[in-house]
């Protein structure tokens, strides 16, 4: 049997290179490599694993050497060129059932935490202070949820808004409207969630058509008072709109876990902004969900290199 080699980064857990090296691949575990020295060694690989900290541009892939594929733990392949590797012939793929739960929750735990200031309610107890009026908060129940993205996230946390109480409506263009009823969920188009929605939750990629989707024109369509919630990409909202509208009191207030560029820059308009709950991209990261990771990423690795076959590979028809 071919001996393929594999370079497993970006702390993926150990139980990816242990269930190739059962399968008689020479696979290692190895640091993030900047994108001049990942240029230099990626061609010395069959297969790479990647998370969000490796971008996999076209000059990393100018000389692929006898790279096959490139796996992206989780669900998002923008630090990809997608098109770039397949002009050079390498599959990518990415794990889009592993970090769902995970990023669900911590989402939803983001609007809990945003509906009754828990965040802020605790650094002002820790201070000293006893301050109960300063941050009553607002119930879930009986609010409308507006979703952006209904894929597996997006549904997980409407199952979940919907134990609360709340009323679920979402837009996705992409998908069919028995997606949605399944779900006893209403779809809409976005002129008709803009001013419905008491909370919104983005649950989209990150491509040129969803960039700065929250911007100063589709925030003056909402609700005054209303709270965004954004555990998807930082590239979805423009800061600087959001800001000026925290600050008009249009929105109520905003919970982040991903940011435009991360760690956040230090002029980017929310960064430690009262009103704005912001936590440092925790989404996938529970133990659970790295498992889960480690494990699909070993299962693409093994199917596509022994039967060059693979429903989570994006590109499979372009490539030969």
């Given at each position: 049997?071919?001996?393929?080699k594999?370079?497993?980064?970006d702390?993926?857990?150990?139980d990816?290179?242990?269930l190739?090296k059962?399968k008689g691949?020479?696979a ?7 994108e ?8 010395e690989?069959d ?7 490796t971008?996999?541009t076209?000059?990393?892939l100018e ?5 096959k594929?490139?796996v992206?733990?989780?669900?998002g392949?923008d ?6 590797a ?9 794990t889009?059932?592993?970090n ?7 989402a939803?735990?983001l609007m809990?935490a945003?509906?009754r200031?828990?965040?802020t309610g605790?650094?002002?107890l ?10 009553r ?5 009986g609010?409308?949820l507006?979703?952006?993205?209904f894929?597996?996230?997006?549904r997980e ?9 709340m009323h ?6 992409y998908?069919p ?7 006893g969920?209403k779809?809409?188009?976005?002129d008709v969630?803009w001013?419905a ?9 990150a491509?040129?058509?969803?960039k700065?989707i929250?911007n100063?024109?589709?925030i003056?369509?909402?609700k ?6 954004n555990?998807?990409?930082?590239t ?12 008009s009191?249009?929105?109520a207030?905003v919970?982040?876990?991903v ?8 002029d ?6 009262p009103?704005v709950?912001h936590v440092p991209h925790l989404?996938?990261?529970s133990f659970e ?8 990423v070993?299962d693409?690795i093994?199917?596509?290199l022994?039967q060059?076959?693979g429903?989570?590979v994006?590109n499979?028809?372009?490539i030969?």
């Open positions: 049997m071919q001996s393929y594999i370079y497993v980064t702390n993926i857990a150990d990816a290179v242990n190739l059962e691949f020479d290692i575990s190895g640091e993030t490599l900047p001049t020295q990942l240029a230099e060694a990626i061609g690989y297969a790479i694993a990647i998370r969000s900290a971008k996999i076209p000059a990393v000389n692929p050497g006898k790279l594929l490139v992206r733990g989780g669900v392949i630090n990809i060129d997608v098109a770039a397949t002009a050079k012939n390498v599959a990518v793929a990415n889009p059932g592993a769902t739960i995970a990023t669900a929750e911590l939803f735990g809990l945003l509906s200031n828990i965040a605790y650094a002002s820790s201070s000293g202070e006893w301050n109960r009026k300063a941050f908060g607002v119930e879930l129940y609010k409308t507006g979703l952006l993205g894929g597996r996230i997006g946390f409407a199952s979940r808004a919907q134990a609360f109480g679920v409506v979402a837009y996705d263009p998908l409207e028995s997606v949605f009823t399944e779900s969920v779809q809409v188009a976005l969630l001013p929605a008491d909370f919104i939750s983005l649950h989209l990629p491509t040129a058509e969803t700065n929250i100063a024109e589709t003056a369509q909402m005054d008072g209303v709270r965004l919630i555990a998807a990409r930082g979805l909202l423009d800061d600087v709109a959001v800001a000026a509208a925290i600050d009191g249009k929105i207030g919970a982040l876990d940011y435009p560029t991360e760690p956040p820059a230090s980017f308009a929310l960064l430690n902004k009103g709950l989404g996938a990261s969900a790295q498992d889960k990771v480690a494990s699909e070993a693409v093994i199917e596509f022994e060059k076959t429903s989570s994006v499979l028809k372009e030969s």
